[in-house]
């Protein structure tokens, strides 16, 4: 099952359509997609310092589109709420720690909030700066959640992808994006 590792659902059949609003939904955060291989990453972990970010997007298994983001440690939640907004259907949020009961999660269906359990830590993790949103959940597992929604590929995530790992219903596509400059000076405000 999931273990040091997360992702992003959307309940949706058409995975080209999931990536074209992510693309979307990035631009509008003040990223530019870019062609880099889904091998080129940067090596830094916490979102708010990544120049680049790297995202699989998996064909539609058991009516939810799954993505994962380089590292696999941590998926984003605003991205999660947007997409669940923009495409007005269901998506779901999880990160699981190590342990397998320091998880955070969430689970969004058009504008709505149905269910958010985290704690938001600000952190200088490995030296790099973020949020890490785990929290101590032994009376829900991991698996529990993920098998009640339904939810595929429980064992997968981006470094899988690239090493090879295969998917029954086809090949994800990839989607890179890059900061762009004038996104720089916004985001260092916000830091």
Known sequence: MMNNSAAIYVAHT????VATAL???LAAQGFVAVDRPPHAISGIIMIPDK???HFFIAPSTQGWVTIWEDPRYFADRSLARAL???LDTRSVWIEVGGNGVSWARG????DAVCEERFEAVETTFYGERGIV????DPDTLPEEWITQLGLPYPELHYEAILAGAT???GPPLHLAVQRSASAAPFAAALG
Not at 14 to 17: L, Q, S, T
Not at 133 to 136: E, G, K, M, P, R
């Open 14 to 17: 058409d995975h080209a359509a």
């Open 84 to 86: 669940a907004a923009h």
């Open 51 to 53: 120049p680049y970010r």
């Open 133 to 136: 949103h785990l929290t101590f």
């Open 107 to 110: 689970l969004y269906h058009g």
């Open 23 to 25: 693309a979307a939904i």
């Open 167 to 169: 998917l029954p219903a």
